[in-house]
């Protein structure tokens, strides 16, 4: 049986959760069955509450806060022991809109690539200001250079990927995972598949990842730098 498995790393989402919740799709074309899991990174509200309420029977909870990519990792690996298939993630913050959710999973459904990631149509996102679009569009040349991929929006957290892949991805930050994913698996010789997807109008929340844009840009620098170690160790 195809299972998927939506996962939701949560901080603090007491409020945008249930709405995110509400448009996530009961099936999916190419799967048999669709689940839901919550990944509660220690939150201090009601999210997990929230979770139950929305009807979310796979609730993981994190005795502390431990950040964004532990969060997402500590999900990919508890979907692959409930039986996943595929396993997309979305936020909680209800940004992206969840119908995309077919097309981003159908490549992988069809077994043309084990990894999907979302493209945010960033120059029009209307809570972006001009600032963090050109550190978007700057970043993204870096990454692309790096890679050698033509990449539109790296640091999306909308993704899909194949269970069979989850024991193999390594996430060393506890930061960010989108950034670190990339790298790793282009250099792994690990093809992407790239979808046009689209957001929603409202944010429900400012970003709790993106404190400052210095703060940004420089954990960012990190990851890369002890990707680039890592690569050059591994030779």
């Known amino acids: 049986m195809r299972k998927l498995i939506i996962q939701i790393p949560c901080y603090n989402e007491e409020e945008s959760l249930p709405v995110?919740?509400?448009?996530?799709?009961?099936?999916?074309?190419?799967?048999d069955a669709v689940e839901i899991l919550v990944i509660d990174d220690g939150s201090t509200d009601g999210t997990v509450d929230a979770?139950?309420?929305?009807?979310?029977?796979?609730i993981i909870s994190l005795q502390e806060h431990r950040g964004l990519a532990k969060a997402f990792v500590t999900g990919l690996m508890e979907s692959v022991k409930r039986g996943a298939w595929a396993i997309v993630n979305i936020d909680g913050d209800n940004q992206y809109q969840a119908?995309?959710?077919?097309?981003l999973v159908e490549p992988i459904a069809l077994e043309e690539v084990r990894v999907t990631i979302g493209e945010r149509p960033l120059r029009a996102i209307p809570w972006f200001g001009e600032v963090k679009k050109a550190l978007h569009a700057?970043?993204?040349?870096?990454?692309s250079k790096?890679?050698?991929l033509r990449i539109k929006d790296a640091t999306s957290g909308f993704r899909a990927i194949r269970a069979d892949l989850v024991p193999s991805l390594r996430i060393d930050s506890d930061y960010s995972y989108t950034i670190e994913m990339i790298l790793r698996l282009a250099w792994s010789d690990e093809p992407i598949r790239f979808i046009p997807i689209r957001v929603n109008a409202n944010v429900l929340r400012p970003s709790r990842l993106?404190?400052?844009?210095?703060?940004?840009?420089?954990?960012t620098i990190w990851i890369i730098f002890r990707c680039m170690i890592s690569k050059c160790k591994s030779r």
């Open 20 to 31: 995110t919740l509400h448009a996530l799709p009961t099936s999916v074309e190419g799967f």
């Open 51 to 58: 979770a139950r309420r929305g009807g979310v029977k796979h």
């Open 99 to 103: 119908d995309d959710i077919a097309k």
């Open 138 to 143: 700057l970043g993204n040349i870096v990454i």
């Open 146 to 148: 790096l890679t050698g």
């Open 210 to 219: 993106i404190r400052s844009n210095t703060q940004y840009i420089l954990k």
